[in-house]
């Protein structure tokens, strides 16, 4: 079992940046792939980034690559999303989310979701 609670959310300005946390907790919390998705107002929940158990691999979304970048402290059971750049179009209620396998896009395959944290970018 994993608990997952999101936070650095909040209200940006467009070029602005935010970094997004996912801290984890169980007994084997760093055993798990992390992704984030994001659920825009009025739209489906869609992958952002994901990153392996041990951080050797990281995917992202057409939209997130070369702005947002996935990364993990295992020691802090924690993972980021740091986003730069951020554009009205990022607004949306991002989540994390675990699986005990490799990282994947596909969102039905995370066992564990976070409540998920609202970021907001203002034009």
């Known amino acids: 079992q994993v608990q997952l609670v999101e936070s650095g959310g909040g209200l940006a300005q467009a070029g602005d940046s935010l970094r997004l946390s996912c801290a984890a907790s169980?007994?084997?919390?760093?055993?798990?792939?992390i992704g984030w998705f994001r659920q825009a107002p009025g739209k489906g929940r869609e992958f952002v980034a994901a990153?392996?158990?041990?951080?050797?691999?990281?995917y992202y979304s057409d939209s997130a690559k070369g702005r947002f970048t996935i990364s993990r402290d295992d020691g802090k059971n924690t993972v980021y999303l740091q986003m730069i750049s951020l554009k009205p179009e990022d607004t949306a209620v991002y989540y994390c989310?675990?699986?005990?396998?490799?990282?994947?896009?596909?969102?039905?395959?995370?066992?564990?979701w976070g409540q998920g944290t609202q970021v907001t970018v203002s034009s």
């Open positions: 989310a675990a699986r005990s396998y490799g990282p994947t896009m596909v969102q039905k395959e995370y066992q564990y």
């Open positions: 169980g007994p084997t919390a760093s055993h798990y792939a």
């Open positions: 990153i392996s158990y041990l951080g050797q691999s990281t």
